[in-house]
């Protein structure tokens, strides 16, 4: 079992940044790729991007590229995502997951374990 808090989260003008973590406990951190995935009203959930165990290999939607950046520190059990240029169609729910399989962290059903999420608002 792996038990994933998200933090960071809240209110911030068109432009501006923030950085999510979400910090893991239960099991052994580095046996897991992690990915942020964010749901906003009314909508499904989507990916946004993904690292691998051992942080070498990330993967990010097309709305993000350039923009987020997702970094972990296995000393820490924690996984961030810097986010800038914040726009306000990335406000929405985002929320940390754990996936044993890399290959799978694009979409929602390869994920294995979800924290609770953080609210981000974007808006002047």
């Known amino acids: 079992q792996v038990q994933l808090v998200e933090s960071g989260g809240g209110a911030v003008q068109p432009g501006g940044s923030l950085r999510l973590s979400c910090t893991a406990s239960?099991?052994?951190?580095?046996?897991?790729?992690m990915g942020w995935y964010r749901q906003a009203p009314g909508k499904e959930r989507e990916f946004v991007a993904a690292v691998s165990w051992s942080g070498t290999s990330t993967n990010y939607a097309d709305s993000v590229k350039g923009r987020f950046t997702i970094s972990r520190d296995n000393g820490k059990n924690t996984v961030y995502l810097q986010m800038n240029s914040l726009k306000p169609e990335d406000t929405a729910v985002y929320y940390c997951a754990a996936s044993r399989r890399y290959a799978s962290t694009a979409i929602p059903g390869g994920m294995d374990y979800w924290g609770n999420g953080t609210l981000v608002t974007v808006s002047s």
């Open positions: 239960g099991s052994i951190f580095n046996h897991y790729a």
